[in-house]
T-cell receptor, first 116, second 109 residues
Framework: GAVVSQHPSWVICKSGTSVKIECRSL??????MFWYRQFPKQSLMLMAT?????????EQGVEKDKFLINHASLTLSTLTVTSAHPEDSSFYIC????????????FGDGTRLSIL | QQPVQSPQAVILREGEDAVINCSSS?????VHWYRQKHGEAPVFLMI?????EQKGHDKISASFNEKKQQSSLYLTASQLSYSGTYFC??????????FGQGTRLTINP
């Protein structure tokens, strides 16, 4: 099956630090990647959608200058949380899909971000 | 608009059946079902694309009632490994999915 790798699995850092999370599709070309945020016992909240080579489309209420997304190749997308603060602590999950919107999304294992 | 899942939580004994429903206030293009275990990534179960479509593998199946804008996931003769939170994701034409709030399924021996 399709494999999506997400790194790091967890990160703890001080307030004000910028953190980069990588999402890689290992065995297929990810035309579209999605970034989600999930709070404990809650649903997956879409932050942004990125298509390879294009600017990401952010959901309402998500600060694009705070959460920088780059999707420079068909196998890699990155999310950078800039100047992170404790309220940014959360579980961030990426997913990747091929060019057809009827294809399933394949999720990475997620990154648990803790800002002290 | 977030689809509504029901019930919010289910507790079963191994071998019992369960039904999880997913309803939307908008016309649906497709419905995706995922299962997520605690601390892990969601795992894809199946996609339903057409009204009236039914799909299944092993003892997990799903139906999509396009007119009613809803889908149901059926788990028969549940196994311990079925435990987790089930999410439906709905698409209304755009490429993104909107996920329901999840249904927590607990299977006891």
């Amino acid at each position: 099956g399709a494999v999506v790798s997400q790194h790091p699995s967890w990160v703890i850092c001080k307030s004000g630090t910028s953190v980069k999370i990588e999402c890689r599709s290992l065995d297929f070309q990810a035309t579209t990647m999605f970034w989600y945020r999930q709070f404990p016992k809650q649903s997956l909240m879409l932050m942004a959608t990125s298509n390879e080579g294009s600017k990401a489309t952010y959901e309402q209420g998500v600060e694009k200058d705070k959460f920088l997304i780059n999707h420079a190749s068909l196998t890699l997308s990155t999310l950078t949380v800039t100047s992170a603060h404790p309220e940014d602590s959360s579980f961030y999950i990426c997913s990747a899909r091929g060019p057809d919107s009827n294809q399933p999304q394949h999720f990475g294992d997620g990154t648990r971000l803790s800002i002290l | 608009q977030q689809p509504v899942q029901s019930p919010q939580a289910v507790i079963l004994r191994e071998g019992e059946d369960a039904v999880i429903n997913c309803s939307s206030s908008k016309a649906l293009y497709s419905v995706h079902w995922y299962r997520q275990k605690h601390g892990e990534a969601p795992v894809f179960l199946m996609i339903l694309l057409k009204g009236g479509e039914q799909k299944g593998h092993d003892k997990i199946s799903a139906s999509f009632n396009e007119k009613k804008q809803q889908s149901s996931l059926y788990l028969t003769a549940s196994q311990l490994s079925y435990s987790g939170t089930y999410f439906c994701g709905t698409a209304s034409g755009a490429q993104k999915l909107v996920f329901g709030q999840g249904t927590r399924l607990t299977i006891n021996p």
